[in-house]
């Protein structure tokens, strides 16, 4: 069963880097992912798609400041230069034989 | 620019049926697939049904399947959730997203501001 899993919770500090996780199940550790943010009380937004050589490829308008990477089944999002608005939820996301899947979302407080 | 507006929200009682609306422009709407995505309170993204460009092939998630029925109508560029025998747990902010592209399993790159669904006695 594809399942992505992703901790609850991360901080760090205003101007610091923060890495989030985003780990597939066993049997699915070559899937290409999506990073989406949801600033508080607002739509989500397109972050990246992430692949699974690490490659990545941003929206719209994302600045150099997200980046993508992957290590096995754990692909990455970097957020360097940490600024206020950037606290919100993050989720990521990947496609299944017929169905989507969401990770649980990780919760990013600047500190 | 790309913009996603959701319509057709509101409360309904438990067995209900209601239809949602997500009117796209910005880009040619024919060429990619389409998804609904919901939010219960409180809750992550849950991911309800996705249809491709041509609007032939549909997936449905397990929760909905049998009662909600993803469709679109090319000519007005508009996408269409069908729900019906609405339960408690369907309770949401559902948004709709654009895919990169013309098939199904596609990435979201573009997102709605959602329209809120509550079903309550």
């Known amino acids: 069963q594809l399942v992505l899993t992703q901790s609850p919770s991360a901080s760090a500090s205003l101007g610091a880097s923060v890495k989030l996780t985003c780990t597939l199940s066993?049997?699915?550790?070559?899937?290409?992912i999506a990073w989406h943010q949801q600033q508080p009380e607002k739509g989500p937004r397109y972050l990246m798609k992430?692949?699974?050589?690490?490659?990545?490829r941003k929206g719209d308008g994302i600045p150099d400041r997200f980046s993508g990477s992957s290590s096995g089944a754990e692909r990455y999002l970097t957020i360097s230069s940490l600024q206020s608005e950037d606290e919100a939820d993050y989720y990521c996301?990947?496609?299944?034989?017929?169905?989507?899947?969401f990770g649980g979302g990780t919760k990013l407080t600047v500190l | 620019e790309v913009q996603l507006l959701e319509s057709g929200g509101g409360l309904v009682q438990p067995g209900g049926s209601l239809r949602l609306s997500c009117v796209a422009s910005?880009?040619?709407?024919?060429?990619?697939?389409m998804s609904w995505v919901r939010q219960a309170p409180g809750k992550g993204l849950e991911w309800v049904s996705g249809?491709?460009?041509?609007?032939?092939?549909?997936y449905h998630a397990d929760s909905v399947k049998g009662r909600f029925t993803i469709s679109r109508d090319n000519s007005k560029n508009t996408l269409y959730l069908e729900m019906n025998s609405l339960r408690v747990e369907d309770t949401a902010i559902y948004y709709c997203?654009?895919?990169?592209?013309?098939?199904?399993?596609?990435?979201?790159?573009?997102w709605g501001q959602g329209t809120l669904v509550t079903v309550s006695s």
């Open positions: 997203a654009k895919g990169d592209q013309w098939l199904v399993r596609s990435d979201f790159d573009y």
């Open positions: 910005g880009f040619t709407f024919s060429n990619y697939a």
């Open positions: 249809i491709g460009g041509s609007g032939s092939s549909t």
């Open positions: 066993s049997g699915h550790s070559n899937y290409a």
């Open positions: 992430v692949n699974g050589d690490g490659s990545h």
């Open positions: 996301q990947t496609w299944g034989t017929a169905m989507g899947v």
